[in-house]
């Protein structure tokens, strides 16, 4: 895929992410808007199809307030009808507003920060006793890495090799209450997570080009972490690196004003 056509698609997803939460009437839309390009480059790369085979890539999104994408992203590859996504967070729906392993595709439930990686580290380890293919990759926020068991899993994927293991962490520098570092700063990353043994690089997470020759070019003798510096809300002016729009349910007018922003953009 071009650079201009992971432009197109991630504004695309961003556009339905916009109007699935707004008609909700839910929240989480600059999470959702930070992580776009992540996972858009992401499920391009990742060898996951709608036929969910064994030796498939798995995707664990413990950031899994980011659903809106998720689902988005799976309607687009198959793996879920698109009809469902009209069902986002309506009563009775299993499409709510945090990722559940009761919808195709979603590896695991995200949401309980620091759960995500033990997933990964869990998937990736059953994929090297079974010597199954597939590699397993884990988008993960900022302030996860806040929470012991990220650290601990971090130390189990070393003292078992566990190269499969791709984690992604969505660096916006917010988390629901305030700015990262000032609740308990986790930079700098590179120099907490490298004497642990894993590879680590640093990349713009709304660059395309980077996400996609890190994503390709991630280490086959080590578990790989690579930080994805990002915006929340990036896309649009209103939402961006404003914290209010991580719960803040959206009006007609910042609605309407969002996707008028969208359309003109070009990603």
């Known amino acids: 895929m071009t650079i201009e056509e992971y432009k197109k698609k991630a504004n695309d997803v961003r556009k339905t ?29 990742a060898n996951v199809d709608r036929e969910l085979k064994e030796d498939r890539d798995r995707v664990v999104v413990s950031k899994g307030w980011v659903a809106a994408t998720m689902y988005v992203l799976l309607a687009e590859k198959g793996i879920i009808p698109k009809e469902d996504l009209e069902t986002y967070c309506k009563e009775g729906s299993a499409y709510i507003g945090l990722v559940e392993p009761s919808v195709r595709g979603i590896e695991a439930a995200g949401g309980s ?18 010597k199954e293919k597939g590699r397993v990759f884990v988008l993960m926020s900022d302030g996860e890495l806040q929470i012991g068991t990220t650290w601990e899993s971090m130390l189990i994927a070393k003292q078992h090799n566990l190269s499969q293991l791709v984690v992604l962490v969505d660096n916006n520098s917010w988390q ?48 790989s972490l690579i930080i994805c510096d990002t915006i929340k809300g990036k896309g649009v002016r209103r939402f961006e690196d404003n914290n209010m729009y991580h719960y803040k349910e959206l009006s007609k007018e910042e609605y309407e004003e969002a996707l008028k922003e969208l359309s003109q953009s070009n990603g």
């Open 17 to 45: 992410v916009l109007r699935l939460i707004y008609e909700a009437q839910t929240s989480h839309i600059g999470s959702n808007f930070s992580s776009a390009d992540i996972l858009t480059v992401l499920y391009h790369i």
């Open 176 to 223: 629901a209450m305030g700015r990262t570092k000032d609740i308990l700063n986790v930079e700098p990353i590179e120099e907490r997570v490298r004497p642990f043994g894993w590879e680590v690089r640093r990349i713009n997470g709304h660059n395309h080009e980077q996400i996609e020759h890190a994503l390709q070019t991630a280490s086959e003798s080590s578990p």
């Open 113 to 130: 920060m620091g759960y995500g990686l033990p997933f990964g580290v869990g998937f990736a380890l059953a994929k090297k006793l079974k």
